[in-house]
């Protein structure tokens, strides 16, 4: 019997950590630089900021931020401010999205408003947002503050949009662009001029649009994740988006190519106040059947691909190649 081919050995994904190495000394200053802008006399404060500095996640857009500063080699000590500013503006869209959403667990830990009051969560979501912009506006730099403002506000707005979305099935590819365009891109590219404009002025503008591609690309490969990702208890996958009717740019593609039947049973999953593991199970069969996933993914390189080309007239140079190591990291996920 003659052997098959060896098997193809895949480059494994840049780990995170590698990536952030050009900025690892500055990134570490950062969380308690976050803790600083919102560290309040007020118990209900601190009992919040206790539970959001475990929540901390990656530090992805910090890290993003913090390269872009070092481009040039002359970071100045402004960027670990902006890093600190960044990631609270995130931090307080998560919490708010949390609450929006009734999510009871993020990263397995219970989100604000499980652990004290949706009222709590939004309040606790407006106070991240304004310290940060408080914290922005002592910066004293007027272009900066239009950068992370246009962001904060481009969020807003995609959450207002998202709301009114009363038929999630009339979600369109459109839609969903611009939704990504406001809730994701937005401040990643806003992190990455912003770094610019700490460190390396004369490419700003090649490393926001960066940031912006790189947001499109995270967000598309954040949503495969619920169809391809499988939960390590049941093996199943992890449709949190479904099981909450979110509707994204898997289903999206998939739906003009399903037959009746299958549309029917998406529909029926989407009609569910609660859908079952078995419905979700399906509709995952059917997304992958009708090449959703499929579409998704080549989307997500395209975007990958032109935000490498944003960089091309960027010199060589550590951070540049962390910033090019992120988009892999970014497409390669595993959660």
């Not at 272009?143 to 369109?172: I, K």
């Not at 912003?194 to 598309?220: E, S, W, Y």
Request: proline share 6%.
């Amino acid at each position: 019997m003659t052997a098959g081919p060896p098997p193809v050995r895949m480059p494994l994904a840049p780990a995170l950590l590698d990536i952030q190495a050009p900025v690892r000394e500055r990134l570490a200053r950062v969380p308690e630089e976050m803790w600083r802008i919102v560290r309040a006399d007020a118990p209900i404060v601190e009992s919040v900021n206790a539970h959001l500095t475990g929540m901390k996640g990656k530090m992805f857009r910090p890290t993003v931020l913090l390269l872009a500063s070092q481009i040039a080699g002359t970071p100045d000590d402004r960027g670990i401010r902006l890093a600190a500013i960044t990631e609270l503006v995130h931090l307080a869209s998560v919490v708010h999205d949390d609450s929006v959403d009734h999510s009871p667990l993020r990263r397995g830990m219970p989100t604000i408003n499980a652990l004290f009051s949706h009222q709590v969560a939004v309040i606790a979501g407006d106070y991240l947002y304004s310290r940060a912009l408080a914290e922005l506006v002592a910066v004293g730099d007027f272009e900066l503050l239009r950068v992370m403002l246009g962001a904060s506000n481009d969020m807003t707005l995609g959450e207002l949009r998202q709301l009114a979305s009363y038929d999630a099935l009339q979600f369109t590819e459109a839609d969903y662009w611009l939704l990504v365009q406001a809730k994701t891109a937005s401040l990643l590219g806003a992190a990455a001029e912003a770094g610019a404009l700490c460190g390396a002025p004369r490419f700003r503008q090649q490393l926001a649009r960066f940031g912006h591609l790189l947001g499109m690309a995270f967000q598309v490969a954040d949503d495969l994740l619920d169809y391809t990702e499988t939960e390590s208890v049941t093996g199943k996958p992890s449709g949190n988006d479904l099981k909450e009717h979110k509707v994204t740019l898997p289903l999206i593609a998939s739906l003009p190519r399903m037959s009746r039947a299958q549309r029917a049973r998406v529909e029926a999953l989407f009609a569910a106040p609660i859908p079952t593991d078995a419905e979700i199970t399906d509709v995952v069969a059917i997304v992958h059947e009708c090449g959703g996933i499929d579409f998704a993914r080549r989307k997500g390189e395209e975007f990958a691909a032109d935000a490498e080309s944003a960089l091309v007239d960027v010199p060589a140079s550590e951070a540049r190649q962390s910033l090019i190591d992120a988009l892999g990291y970014v497409m390669d996920r595993r959660s």
